[in-house]
T-cell receptor, first 112, second 115 residues
Framework: ETGVTQSPTHLIKTRGQQVTLRCSSQ?????VSWYQQALGQGPQFIFQ???????GRGNFPPRFSGLQFPNYSSELNVNALELDDSALYLC???????????FGPGTRLTVL | AQSVTQLDSQVPVFEEAPVELRCNYS??????LFWYVQYPNQGLQLLLK??????LVKGINGFEAEFNKSQTSFHLRKPSVHISDTAEYFC?????????????FGGGTRVLVKP
């Protein structure tokens, strides 16, 4: 186990709704990254937060947004959900001097 | 920009047989390489990584990988697989040693170990 937790495990939403996914980083880690893994594909980088600031973003529209809190936990928010947003959302934490990202178990989002 | 190609989408293999999963990357600068495993309905677990030094890297569960800079490859091998190795395997690259940089993943290779 990596010590990275995510909630909820599964989520079902309808098109146009908004969703918030949560991630609790491994103790001592101050960086969190979010990835989207569509069915049958590799994970794709959404964005990263370091010390509560966005620190890099992949090719995702602005309706994907995030927050990182002082305790380094994090949220991923997606507005105006589309069918193609159905995927496994993974968060990964890392810390200063650490050369590896540690992944949580993911949240599976289904958009109907 | 860097990219990763995993040449085999599925690899069926018999128990106790060897397996090799191929990974090639494209980058104009030096990269750092990782292999992750994903068991059904789970997140990603690190198998091994290449940051520098010896090009032969040993990881967990008997896996090893060899970094070949001239061929821009980082193939993963295991000499004898078990049923429990049935999973999806992802090769990934990043541009810096610091974990605070995005990982670019390949499309994955699904390994099915048959008795």
């Amino acid at each position: 186990e990596t010590g990275v937790t995510q909630s909820p495990t599964h989520l079902i939403k309808t098109r146009g709704q908004q969703v918030t996914l949560r991630c609790s980083s491994q103790s001592g880690h101050n960086t969190v990254s979010w990835y989207q893994q569509a069915l049958g594909q590799g994970p794709q980088f959404i964005f990263q937060y370091y010390r509560e600031e966005e620190n890099g973003r992949g090719n995702f529209p602005p309706r994907f947004s995030g927050l990182q809190f002082p305790n380094y936990s994090s949220e991923l928010n997606v507005n105006a959900l589309e069918l193609d947003d159905s995927a496994l959302y993974l968060c990964a934490s890392s810390g200063q001097g650490v050369d590896t990202q540690y992944f949580g178990p993911g949240t599976r989002l289904t958009v109907l | 920009a860097q990219s990763v190609t995993q040449l085999d989408s599925q690899v069926p293999v018999f128990e106790e047989a060897p397996v090799e999963l191929r990974c090639n990357y494209s980058s104009s600068v030096s990269v750092y390489l990782f292999w992750y495993v994903q068991y059904p309905n789970q997140g990603l677990q690190l198998l091994l990584k290449y940051l520098s030094g010896s090009t032969l890297v040993k990881g967990i569960n008997g896996f090893e990988a060899e970094f070949n800079k001239s061929q821009t490859s980082f193939h993963l091998r295991k000499p004898s697989v078990h049923i429990s190795d049935t999973a999806e395997y992802f090769c990934a690259v990043t541009l810096t040693k610091a974990a605070g940089n995005k990982l670019t993943f390949g499309g994955g290779t699904r390994v099915l170990v048959k008795p």
